[in-house]
């Protein structure tokens, strides 16, 4: 079978884009790093939709780690593989430069960029063996234009951009697409603390945007229609920063 691998899947966007995989048909693995009862829940909605759901935790920011979960599940599924991947996985620790630890500057860094390249390098293999993929990495609005108070989020992000592209490039004779969707504000518990009446104000939309419109972008560049898009980054902010 053809699974989906969703990182932090267990909330806000990430769950959201395991029921829509899980609504074109994918089996879904979903991943997280803590919150257990969140992803019991995401299972639940996903199996609601008939298809199979599969909870892997492991922190994506940790290499062996991501790695031993991966080799497992392998292991428990030699006649499946992992066909689509979205790398959601991510974390904000806003402060500006000039009080920004090395820890906030690292864990950032680490969950962003390292987890995507932890993960995508197991994962791209298998796509590349079977002339199939997608590969997709939510990045932010944030890492094209740059926000303060977010060096190390906006850093984080522009590289997973920069890595999105060149990856497209390898793997595209392949039939294995990578893109980005770098959303703008987006409420789910990463947001809960922004002060969204004034900041809704320099929307154009006017409102934030929801973690289904997001998933349906994503669902687009999974399915087989988006196979000539490629190493493209995707911005979906309500009319924020075009
Ligand atoms: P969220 O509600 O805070 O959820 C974060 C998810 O990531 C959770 O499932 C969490 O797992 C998981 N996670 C965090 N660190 C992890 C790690 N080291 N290993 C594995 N899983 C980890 O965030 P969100 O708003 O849905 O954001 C999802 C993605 O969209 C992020 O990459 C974020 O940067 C990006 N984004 C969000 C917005 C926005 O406005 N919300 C805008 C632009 C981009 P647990 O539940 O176990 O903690």
Redesign the pocket.
């Known amino acids: 079978m053809k699974y989906a691998l969703v ?10 884009v395991c029921l829509q995989l899980a609504e074109m048909g994918y089996p879904v693995v979903i ?6 009862q ?2 019991e829940e995401t299972k639940t909605m996903v199996e609601a939709k008939g298809v199979v759901a599969e909870l892997l ?6 290499g062996d780690a991501t790695e031993s979960a991966i080799v497992q599940w392998q292991a428990a599924h030699p006649d499946d593989h992992i066909a689509v991947l979205v ?6 620790q806003d402060t500006l430069m000039i009080f920004m630890e090395n820890s906030q500057w690292h864990d950032v860094l ?3 960029l390292n ?1 995507f390249f932890y993960l995508t390098r197991y994962l791209v293999k298998g796509m590349v063996s079977k002339r199939f993929g997608r590969i997709i990495n ?5 890492g094209i234009k740059g926000m303060p108070g977010q060096v190390n ?1 906006s850093a984080a ?1 522009a590289a997973l951009i920069g890595a999105t592209k060149a990856l497209a490039l390898e793997v595209a004779p392949r039939k294995v697409t990578a893109n980005a969707v ?10 809960k603390g ?1 002060d969204e009446e004034s900041l809704k104000k320099q929307i154009p939309c006017g409102r ?2 929801k ?1 289904e419109e ?1 998933a349906s972008l994503v669902g687009f560049l999974a399915s087989e229609q988006a196979a000539y898009i490629t190493g493209e980054v995707i911005s979906i902010n309500g009319g924020l920063y075009t």
């Open positions: 990182t932090g899947g267990s909330r806000g966007i990430g769950r959201a991943n997280y790093a803590h919150n257990q969140a992803a935790p492991f922190d994506v920011s940790d790398n959601n996985a991510g974390i904000r680490n969950t962003t987890g939510i990045v932010s609005l944030s989020y992000k770098a959303p703008g504000f987006v409420a789910t518990d990463m947001t922004l934030f945007g973690p997001v």
